[in-house]
Structure formats: structure tokens, C-alpha cells
């Protein structure tokens, strides 16, 4: 401490000195965590490599305007120029606002078209189980249920009749985070699990705004036709303005952008669709 005191006094008429002196102390006073966190917090500042490919891409949109929807999906096919079939994304920014309860919509859809994700389902139930099983859905039991509590999640959608609730129930502390636990408002729990299952088969999906307040989906891969595209995107925005809560004055849909899994976001004109 007496050293530290003297040269305080001595450069006490040279505050530049002492700046120097006591960001040096602090310095040695800091603890290598905290040097190691603010070195890493500088290299996640640094901005984010694009590829050549990724760049030539966005030349050739105007971020400064939206796109006709079927304008859009031709720019977002064209750019898909990766190797493995891309998926086309939506992204669908809406004006609802997340603290409010009545404001946390959740739809669900069956495209007219095949998005080309396949869900992998799990059903408890213990009807027409030999037709849901062809329909490539794995049917739980008690022994599932304890590799649930376990950690062990292998599926992306539960179906479950009444019957096995209570004992779904017990596992909502690990489902429910997830999006997993089955529910009668989006027809996961149901007495005619089969009619449902069939319907995920056949390209339903269930959709929940996040937090931001977005709500994001694959319309499809680029493969599919621009017009069946449109069609999926079109069910889509459908859907969201027939979700929108009740009483709700302002604009419920903010913006939309489409984007392929490897490529640049396009801004969608609303009015486009109708």
C-alpha cells in the first residue's frame, strides 16, 4: 500500500500518469477468468465471414424493398446453388406483445403441400395400434415413459389418448419446456389418436410465437415448385390472421422475410398476398 500512495502523491499534478497507474493496478488486481471472458467477448465482436458464394447472392437482391411473394421464392430457388436440397424458410414478424398472456398464439396447420420434414411421432394409446404403427409411429408404454423421465427424448411430437395423461402428467416438468406435452388444444390428446397421427403424417404442424415476437416455419424444400411454395406460404399467413386474438386493433403481421437454409433473407411485399 505505501508504494501505491507514493506514486499517487508524486504524479498528484499528472493525471494522465495517473490514470496510467491505477489502470495498471487494476490490472494486476483482475482475475485471469475475467481477462479470458472480456478476450472472448472481443472476438465475438468481430463481424461474421461471409463465403463468396453467400456475398454474390446479396447483390443481387435490394435489401431496400420488398419482393412480390412469388418474386421472392424465384430469387430465394435461384440462390439455392449448395449441393443438398435447401429448405425455404418464413419468418413472420408479428405485433403481438409477448408479456400478455391472450397475446401467445398457437396454430396449427396442414400445408397443401409436403414441407419435406417428417415428423417423428410417439403414441400412447392402446387404439388401432397395428394401423399406427404402418404409419411409422412408435407406440410408448411404461418402459418409454421411464427413458422420457431419464432424458432420453428421441421424437418430435407426443399423441396420447385420455387414458395415459395422469401419467404424462408426471413428466411435465421435463416435457413442457420442450413444446412436448400433449395438449387438447392443438388435438394431442385425443380419443382417435390414429386420425390425428395420419394428419402429421400427411404434413400437419403445430406452430407457437416465440418471445421475440416471431414465428418461424419451413414452407418447403427449394426443389418444389415456386406455385406450390405460394400455396404453402399463402396457408401459412392464413392461418397467423386466424389466430389473431380477440379485440387485437393494431397490425398483427409486422413483416415477412423468406430465406433458404444456406442463403440471404428476402423482404416479402404483404400486400402480395393478398
Known amino acids: 500500500m505505501g508504494k501505491i500512495r507514493t506514486k499517487v502523491m508524486e504524479t498528484a499534478n499528472e493525471p ?26 472481443k472476438k465475438e465482436g468481430k463481424a461474421k465471414q461471409r463465403s463468396r458464394r453467400y456475398k454474390n447472392l446479396v447483390y443481387g437482391i435490394d435489401k ?8 421472392a421464392l424465384d430469387l430465394i430457388k435461384k440462390g439455392a446453388s449448395i449441393k443438398f436440397d435447401e429448405s425455404i424458410e418464413a419468418h413472420v414478424n408479428l405485433g403481438l406483445s409477448p408479456e400478455k398472456s391472450e397475446h401467445h398464439i398457437r396454430i ?9 420434414k417428417k415428423l417423428k411421432l410417439l403414441a400412447f394409446t392402446s387404439k388401432n395400434t397395428a394401423e ?8 410408448g408404454n411404461d418402459e418409454t415413459l421411464k427413458e422420457i423421465e431419464g432424458g ?10 385420455s387414458s395415459w395423461m395422469p401419467k404424462l402428467a408426471k413428466l411435465a416438468k421435463v416435457l413442457g419446456p420442450k413444446g412436448l406435452m400433449p395438449n387438447p388444444k392443438s388435438g394431442t390428446v385425443t380419443d382417435d389418436p390414429l386420425k ?4 402429421f403424417s400427411q404434413g400437419r404442424i403445430e406452430l407457437r410465437m416465440e418471445k421475440s415476437p416471431i414465428i418461424h416455419t419451413n414452407l418447403g424444400k427449394t426443389s418444389l415448385d415456386s406455385k406450390k411454395l405460394l400455396e404453402n406460404l399463402q396457408a401459412l399467413m392464413s392461418a397467423i390472421q386466424n389466430a389473431k386474438p380477440e379485440g387485437f386493433k393494431r397490425q398483427l403481421i409486422k413483416s415477412l422475410y423468406l430465406s433458404s437454409t444456406m442463403g440471404p433473407s428476402v423482404k416479402v411485399d404483404l400486400s402480395s398476398l393478398g
Open 108 to 116: 396449427s396447420i396442414t400445408f397443401p403441400y409436403q414441407t419435406g
Open 196 to 199: 390425428i397421427i395420419k394428419e
Open 132 to 139: 399406427i404403427k404402418k404409419l411409422g409411429t412408435e407406440i
Open 64 to 71: 431496400s424493398k420488398p419482393y412480390p411473394a412469388q418474386i
Open 152 to 161: 432420453k427424448i428421441t421424437f418430435d411430437k407426443i399423441i396420447s389418448d
Open 16 to 41: 494522465e500518469k495517473l490514470e496510467k497507474i491505477e489502470e495498471l493496478e487494476l490490472d494486476k488486481e483482475a482475475k485471469p477468468e475475467e481477462v479470458k471472458v472480456e478476450k472472448k467477448k
